[in-house]
Nanobody, 124 residues
């Protein structure tokens, strides 16, 4: 699976961005997909995941500001980010994995395929 992420940019605090991750080579709906992020000087962290079944899970600190979704027709997974905060500034990475154990859904170790990062910068 090849993943191509896009949609990052510069936005003011309180604004919104929509990230997209398009897959080629495989049907994304048969994979678990996720978004991770890595802020300046920080380790990469889990943001949200959508399983092949369509069920979703997100990091507790995200609250309801971010929503992960999948468009099977476009073979794309998206991350709608609202009410952005400066601490959301990071490179955002999409990932996919076929056989991801439940205990690894929020871990980098669970995913075999990664897209390049797309940078999100939130100004105060």
């Amino acid at each position: 699976v090849q993943l191509q992420a896009c949609g990052g940019g510069l936005v003011q605090a309180g604004g919104s961005l929509r990230l997209s991750c398009t897959a080629s080579g495989r049907t994304l709906s048969t994979y678990h997909s996720a978004w991770f992020r890595q802020g300046p000087g920080k380790e990469r962290e889990f943001v949200a995941t959508i399983r092949w079944s369509g069920s979703t899970n997100s990091q507790n600190s995200i609250e309801d500001r971010f929503t992960i979704s999948r468009d099977n027709a476009k073979n794309t997974v998206s991350l709608q980010m609202n009410s952005l905060k400066p601490e959301d500034t990071a490179a955002y990475y999409c990932a996919a994995g076929r056989n991801v154990p439940m205990s690894y859904l929020t871990s980098e170790k669970g995913y075999d395929y990664w897209g390049q990062g797309t940078l999100v910068t939130v100004s105060s």
